[in-house]
């Protein structure tokens, strides 16, 4: 029944994109290292970012294993696997992520001794690597496991019934996808925010030396953050994005399979065409990625990455629309909500360009508030992050809103209204997913150009080459706070798509198709236990990010103690005849990450499960206040969750480019300048660690309900 000629795209693009991935990394090998000096710099950088990178997977695999050993106890041992496997591939692309940045950040900068060309596809290639490999890995998994599972492993393999089961047990994949994730994000988050707080407050405000200056006993630990938290935690990010998405998807289009199935033409393609979709996706990255180049070298560089951007945008829009076409019965209307994604990406990059850069009156307003010292920097930090929320909002309402209309006017003579409307949703998630690839290419670009401009400056290179690198690490910090915004968008889009997959999974269990569950159930607030879930939900959120903001905090005070006792003590260091200790400051962040990250990592997974499980036993006689209780909190904290990462993720950007914007005017040493970096560090913990971990919370939430909802619904 799977026999479709169009579902060879899914191993093809796959394999195409490791392919792919593997030249590039092959390309920038080549590549020289530049001098003896610059060498050095990288080598330390490298050992610091795989150390820790390695003490790191050991914490995560060791709860990987304890909770996959405890899932194919009490739940399923196929799921087991699934979630062990999910982990995996989750710090897989993680890894892949950091090796080729820590190879690529020395390879950019000699290449910027030479030209800017050279070293913006040095450095874009090198980001490049991580986004295919996320992609391509991310599509070959779920889709390996979806076809050995119904082929072989589940009950009624090879039936109609083998497809549900595979997919429902499938589930385990994003779930280990989200929970590996969630460690990766949050651990390099605290790594290199503690790191940047405590380089910046001492080395630039106290000592008044320059950003990645080499007395800076703190600098190497900064430039191994820049890899830690920005390449291996955001791979490992939209892995699990778009796993948890493919299969969100899948399950949704197996009620309009079923559908299909009952009035005598059945459509295997409903469900195949996430996966088809991903792998077209993948394939449109791969030219828009080598399209990338300067058409001379006073050009912008910001230019050529969007017409990069844009050739993928269109060439993912002509491949979703002939996958509708051949896969969905041509219901084009699907195209339309495809399309709606596509704009959705686009407006949210644009969004969050005008409040994280430096042209625009929301940074520019900050600086201004800067002069008038530090506490007015944060009041009006504070107030711009949390006016970024509105528009952000009422664009993606407006996606939501316009792809559920739209997909239930697909819905035949008015039955399953709702499944269709669902599915345009999720047709809407998957446009917007389709340039995932490329976005995380811009994204492992930002680190990969911020360690070439350290190791330029503290290899002591002529200034020419510095002002190359100082070009490419601008526009890199703009595409991090994009992709940011980005991550943030497709979030909240697939927790919605996930939010059906789980009651379709009640369903399941209880017996009965979505619809008739939908027509007879609604998550009642009015029950005060189902209030109570709710308000949990939204505190979860809460206490989640002040455990990571403080953290940072704790980490960084370390951090500051260090440097300045260095200072104080060896005196040559600042006049530049005595050796920092870059070491101890390198062991400082990472203890502080690796013992940080793990209650805020348990509790997502802990929380949902003892709502669920208390309330089925607490309430016996109506196991329906089980269900909305978790339905409540799940809402709630996906709603909480999408408001606060964008308040956190915007409000730190527009910080730290208004620090940057107060450099660029020359006023570097003034009190206006400190407040601009006071500003910076108090948004550092909000931008690079609490807020990007929330995008893995909410999908995480949701796959834990998915995977353990066997515990609490009957």
Known sequence: MLDDPLYLTIPIAGLIGLAFAGYLTWWILRKDTGTPEMKSISDAIREGAMAYLARQYKTIAIF???????????????????????????????????????????????????????????????????????????LLGVASIFYVYQGWLVPGAGTDEGFRQALFLGVGYAFGASFAALFAQLGGGIYTKAAD??????????????????????????????????????GADLFESTAAENIGAMILGLAIYAYSVSIGHPNTGWFMFPLVVRGFGLLAGLVGIMTVRL???????????????????????????????????????????????????????????????????????????????????????????????????????????????????????GDYEFIYGLYGTAAAT????????????????????????????MSGQPEEVRVRTDRLDAIGNTTKALTKGYAMGAAALAAYLLFGAFFEKVAEIRGVDLITFYEGFTVDLMQPAVFVAAMIGAMLVYLFA?????????????????????????????????????????????????????????????????????????????????????????MVATISGVLMALFLNNGGGAWDNAKKYIESRGLKGTPQHAAGVVGDTVGDPFKDTAGPSLHVLVKLLSTITLVFAVLFVV
Do not use: H
Request: proline content about 4%.
């Open 430 to 457: 998957m446009g917007m997913l389709a340039t995932c690839a490329f976005v995380l290419a811009e994204d492992t670009f930002g680190p990969i150009t911020d360690n070439a401009g350290g190791i330029v400056e």
């Open 64 to 138: 990987s294993i304890i909770l996959g050993v405890l899932i194919a106890i009490g739940i399923n041992w196929l799921t087991g696997v699934a979630f062990l496997l999910g982990a995996f591939f989750s710090a897989l692309s993680g890894y892949i992520g950091m090796y080729v940045s820590v190879s690529s950040n020395i390879r950019t900068a000699s290449a910027a001794r030479r030209t800017l060309n050279e070293a913006l596809l040095t450095s874009f290639r090198g980001g490049a690597v991580s986004g295919i490999a996320v992609v391509a890995l991310s």
């Open 197 to 234: 707080v405590g380089a910046d407050l001492v080395g630039k405000v106290e000592a008044g030396i320059p950003e990645d200056d080499p007395r800076n006993p703190a600098v190497i630990a900064d430039l191994v953050g820049d890899n830690v938290g920005d390449c291996a935690g955001r």
């Open 546 to 634: 002040s455990l990571a903001i403080r953290a940072v905090g704790k980490a960084a005070g370390d951090m500051i103690s260090e440097v300045r006792r260095q200072f104080r003590e060896k005196p040559g260091i600042l006049a530049g005849t005595e050796k920092p200790d870059y070491a101890t400051c390198v062991d400082i962040s990472t203890k502080g990450a690796l013992k940080a990250m793990i209650l805020p990592g348990i509790l997502p997974v802990v929380v949902p499960v003892i709502i669920g499980v208390g309330y089925r036993f607490a309430f016996p006689e109506n196991n329906d206040i089980a269900v909305m209780g978790v339905g409540a909190f799940l």
């Open 295 to 413: 058409r001379n070298e006073e050009e912008n560089p910001m230019k050529a990455l969007n017409r990069g951007y844009y050739i993928t945008c269109v060439l993912a829009a002509l491949l979703f629309y002939f996958a509708v076409d051949q896969l969905l019965e041509g219901e084009i209307i699907f195209f339309y909500c495809g399309l709606i994604g596509i704009v959705l990406s686009i407006v949210i990059v644009y969004i969050t360009q005008y409040y994280t850069a430096g042209e625009y009156r929301p940074v520019r307003e900050i600086a201004k508030a800067s002069e008038t010292g530090p506490a007015t920097n944060i009041i009006t930090g504070i107030s711009i992050g949390m006016e970024t929320t509105a528009a952000s909002v009422v664009a993606i309402a407006a996606a939501l809103i316009g792809s559920y209309v739209l997909g239930t006017t697909a819905a035949p003579n």
